[in-house]
Each structure stands twice: as C-alpha cells, then as structure tokens.
Nanobody, 121 residues
Framework: QVQLVESGGGLVQPGGSLRLSCAASGSVRSIHAMGWYRQAPGKERELVARISSGDGARYSDSVKGRFTISSSRDNTKNTVDLQMNSLKPEDTAVYYC?????????????WGQGTQVTVSS
C-alpha cells in the first residue's frame, strides 16, 4: 500500500509563488512516475507536470516556464514538489498529487486528497 500526503497550496496574488509538496510512503518501489494534476470548477482534471526517472519532467503548455517539478526518493519514501511561479488567476484550481503505480499485480493510478490553490488579488 502507498499513501500520498499533500501539503502547500493556499491564496496568493497574481504574480506570486507557491510550492506544493507530496510525500509517498509505503510500497514506493512500485511507483513508476509521480506528478500533479489540477481541476478547476466546471472543467476536467488536467495534467500539470509529471516526472519519472525514465522520461524526466514533462509540463503542460500552460505552465511551461513558470512551474518546476522535482522529486527525490529513497527506499521508504518518494517526494514530488511543484514550484509555481508567476501565478495567474487561471491557475486557480484544486491540485492533486498523482502516482502511477506498477506493482506486479497490475497498473493503477493513486491520487492525493487535493489541495486548493487560489490566485486572486
């Protein structure tokens, strides 16, 4: 079993910065990749950034150049951070940590509980 615990988020003015962090604990050796998605009211959940040892970092076009994803791992814990700079009102959404799980029993996605990011003056 793997658990995802998110931290960060909150209210920030346009142009400001926030940092999101997600810690995965448990059977972390089954994690293939981690990333962040977001869902704004009335919209579908979308990929923000993803990182894996094989593919490196990948970003949506809307955040490229403003957001940076990073990760660290050891035998018991994986963490993935999202540094968000030059935030815009359209970045307002609930942000979800994601882990792409690939245990021998089959692949699946694991999600965090979500954290609200609001960009407003």
């Amino acid at each position: 079993q793997v658990q995802l615990v998110e931290s960060g988020g909150g209210l920030v003015q346009p142009g400001g910065s926030l940092r999101l962090s997600c810690a995965a604990s448990g059977s972390v050796r089954s994690i293939h990749a981690m990333g962040w998605y977001r869902q704004a009211p009335g919209k579908e959940r979308e990929l923000v950034a993803r990182i894996s040892s094989g593919d490196g970092a990948r970003y949506s076009d809307s955040v490229k150049g403003r957001f940076t994803i990073s990760s660290s791992r050891d035998n018991t814990k994986n963490t993935v951070d999202l540094q968000m700079n030059s935030l815009k009102p359209e970045d307002t959404a609930v942000y979800y940590c994601n882990a792409e799980m690939r245990p021998s029993s089959g692949w699946y996605d694991l999600w965090g509980q979500g954290t609200q990011v609001t960009v407003s003056s």
